[in-house]
Nanobody, 115 residues
């Protein structure tokens, strides 16, 4: 089992920045992809960004150029730097990890972009 704990969410004004962090613990050997998804009420959870153990990165079109994902394999951490935030980025952000074809999720952290 892999446990994921997110931190760094909160309230920010449009145009502002936030940095999300996610710490993985437990059976971390063999984790391949890590990343972030988000969800708003009444909608499906959607991919924001992922990074594989080989550093292949994928971003949702809506966040390209504004968000940056990074990963520290030695610390079993993944980060999401979010710049130029928009109201439509408001959501619960979930940390994600894939290990040996099993998916793991954090509990989620709320990001609210509002003036």
């Amino acid at each position: 089992q892999v446990q994921l704990v997110e931190s760094g969410g909160g309230l920010v004004q449009p145009g502002g920045s936030l940095r999300l962090s996610c710490a993985a613990s437990g059976s971390v050997f063999g984790i391949n992809a890590m990343g972030w998804y988000r969800q708003t009420p009444g909608k499906q959870r959607e991919l924001v960004a992922t990074v594989t153990s080989g550093s292949t990165v994928q971003y949702a079109e809506s966040v390209k150029g504004r968000f940056t994902i990074s990963r520290d394999n030695a610390k079993n951490m993944v980060y999401l730097q979010m710049n130029s935030l928009k109201s439509e980025d408001t959501a619960v952000y979930y940390c994600y990890a894939n290990r040996f074809w099993a998916d793991y999720w954090g509990q989620g952290t709320q990001v609210t972009v509002s003036s």
